[in-house]
């Protein structure tokens, strides 16, 4: 807090001792100093006639006091004839609050600490890629501790339930480790893996559990020079396991303090909790991504007809599940193409993208009418025990008619590629998703040899960057110049690349159909 002057609550103090013989005011005069000036003085100094002449020359000065306190550094002076006797309340004021200001300033200094401390926890607990993750933690509690470098060892789980063991460097270059081995359960570094406590060394070389495992009986040559040590133990809340450690070191002696201790401790607390989300997300986004996957089968051949198929889950982020795509051969000699997306994602999307799937292939094989299927699987998306949207795309290809009839439940237009290279959007808001909507008109379009047709889902087009309508305006100018290329594959593989940035947060899934010209269809 300060005063309307600006004054600190020590300064304001000083200012009112300014008194004469009967103990009253008498004006004073405050000038800012440079903090530089009087550091290590003190917060109050009665400076000497000599100094007073160069902080305020030309001016006559009866009295003169500095203080440095959380606002400013000032000089408070007088040319009352009392001034003079500030001295002895200036050395009183000082004495009153030296205990005071030593308390002040060690108890913001641990609040900094604090604040510090649940700043990266709190940047830690946000993320859920496991990299980040660790990278971050061994890049913060290596800048928190003042050491020359820092380490993470923690330990992953492969999904033949196989233990092993990574590492994360930060103030070194990987290339620096890359030819050591990993460290062992040895008497300076079990402490670490066990999870039985901190180790905290002033030399480690001259501790005594340093240097007695064959065949380096201490640091191997050529390792990073290492006298202060401090190593932490990463522990999982939930499951109490040790998933990994810390370890810090210096080439000088006496680096480490007890408050470098506590910070480490409480960056290994929050990269722990961390650690538990990162597993837990990756665990269920790999469950989703493979149960999606193992539900999207590939493609049949079809007479007359190119096909290029694409499943891929979000290669970041949580939403992945919902997405899929189905290429149906009815008996009749047409073609199904189906394309679809779950709102919502993880385990519980993927397991209703199954099921609609399901329902979509078998009334598809009863060739009922776009718009009959749909609506039936609407019907059953209803009834299922978690409410469920689903949006669909169904489109049928009758090759002795040359129509394409479709119908569209909430789903993006499809496009189709008109062999002079024009893209005409289709089925725009023809119904509400399955789940709710009740009835889904069709509609035909002609679909003769040289034109193709794209389906696709949104994690085509949108992002958290990247708006829906801007995203679909891209992929209809790229469309008009995929069929220059000789190799459809190819070319839908780097435009993928080319509207996502290599790195798309939600599913895609998509199909492309070129009627080929003189074929069977």
């Given amino acids: 807090m300060s005063t309307a002057d600006g004054l600190g609550p020590v300064a304001e103090a000083v200012r009112k001792a300014f008194v004469d013989a009967e103990g009253r005011p008498v004006a004073v005069r405050v000038r800012q100093l440079d903090a530089a000036e009087f550091r290590g003085h003190g917060r109050v100094v009665v400076p000497d006639a000599a100094t007073v002449a160069e902080l305020v020359p030309a001016q006559r000065v009866t009295g003169a006091v500095v203080v440095a306190d959380d606002n400013a550094t000032v000089l408070l002076h007088t040319d009352a004839p009392e001034g003079a006797r500030l001295a002895p309340t200036a050395v009183g004021v000082d004495a009153a609050t030296a205990e005071l200001t030593g308390t002040v300033s060690r108890l913001r200094a641990e609040a900094g600490v604090v604040d510090a401390l649940h700043s990266i926890g709190r940047r830690l607990t946000a993320q859920l890629d496991l990299d980040d993750v660790v990278q971050d933690a061994t890049d913060a509690a290596t800048s928190a501790t003042g050491a020359a470098f820092g380490a993470f060892f923690y330990n992953l789980i492969d999904q033949f339930g196989e233990s092993y063991t990574l590492y994360t460097l930060s103030g070194v270059p990987r290339a620096a480790f890359s030819r050591f081995p990993m460290p062992r359960n040895?008497?300076?570094?079990?402490?670490?893996?066990?999870?039985?406590?901190?180790?905290?060394?002033?030399?480690?070389?001259?501790?005594?559990?340093?240097?007695?495992?064959?065949?380096?009986?201490?640091?191997?040559?050529?390792?990073?020079?290492?006298?202060?040590?401090?190593?932490?133990s990463v522990v999982s809340p939930t499951s109490g396991d040790v998933l990994g450690g810390f370890f810090f070191g210096h080439p000088a002696t006496g680096r480490f303090t007890e408050r470098h201790e506590y910070l480490a401790e409480g960056i290994a607390g929050y990269a722990a909790i961390a650690l538990d989300n990162a597993r837990l997300f990756e665990r269920e986004r790999t469950l989703a991504a493979e149960l999606s996957r193992s539900m999207v089968p590939a493609a049949p051949p079809v007479p007359g007809l190119d096909l290029v198929t694409r499943y891929l889950p979000a290669a970041t982020g949580s939403k992945v599940g919902g997405d899929w795509f189905d290429v149906l051969r009815l008996g009749s000699g047409a073609t199904a193409f189906v394309i679809g997306d779950v709102v919502g994602h993880g385990v519980t999307a993927a397991t209703v993208m199954g099921q609609v799937r399901t329902a979509i292939r078998s009334y598809?094989?009863?060739?009922?009418?776009?718009?009959?299927?749909?609506?039936?699987?609407?019907?059953?998306?209803?009834r299922f025990a978690e409410p469920s949207f689903v949006t669909c795309f169904y489109a049928v290809h009758d090759p002795a008619a040359g129509f394409l009839t479709y119908a569209n439940a909430g789903?993006?237009?499809?496009?189709?590629?008109?062999?002079?290279?024009?893209?005409?959007?289709i089925g725009e808001a023809l119904a509400q998703p399955l789940?709710?909507?009740?009835?889904?008109?069709?509609?035909?379009?002609?679909?003769?040899?040289?034109?193709?047709?794209?389906?696709?889902?949104?994690?085509?087009?949108?992002?958290?960057?990247?708006?829906?309508?801007?995203?679909?305006?891209?992929?209809?100018?790229?469309?008009?110049?995929?069929?220059?290329?000789?190799?459809?594959?190819?070319?839908?593989?780097?435009?993928?690349?080319?509207?996502?940035?290599?790195?798309?947060?939600?599913?895609?899934?998509?199909?492309?159909?070129?009627?080929?010209?003189?074929?069977?269809?």
Avoid: K
């Fill in 364 to 382: 598809a094989l009863l060739e009922l009418a776009p718009s009959e299927v749909l609506r039936n699987v609407s019907q059953l998306t209803g």
């Fill in 411 to 425: 789903h993006l237009p499809a496009v189709l590629i008109h062999g002079d290279g024009t893209c005409e959007q």
């Fill in 186 to 232: 040895t008497a300076v570094f079990g402490p670490t893996f066990d999870g039985t406590g901190t180790v905290r060394s002033a030399d480690i070389t001259a501790d005594p559990r340093f240097g007695h495992n064959a065949p380096y009986h201490g640091m191997p040559e050529g390792h990073l020079p290492v006298r202060s040590y401090l190593a932490v």
């Fill in 435 to 521: 789940g709710v909507g009740a009835e889904f008109p069709q509609q035909q379009v002609a679909f003769p040899p040289g034109t193709d047709l794209v389906l696709y889902t949104d994690g085509l087009v949108e992002s958290r960057t990247r708006d829906l309508t801007v995203g679909m305006a891209e992929l209809i100018t790229a469309l008009g110049g995929l069929r220059a290329g000789p190799d459809p594959e190819t070319a839908w593989d780097r435009l993928i690349h080319d509207l996502t940035g290599g790195s798309h947060d939600d599913d895609i899934a998509l199909i492309h159909v070129r009627h080929l010209a003189g074929g069977a269809a």
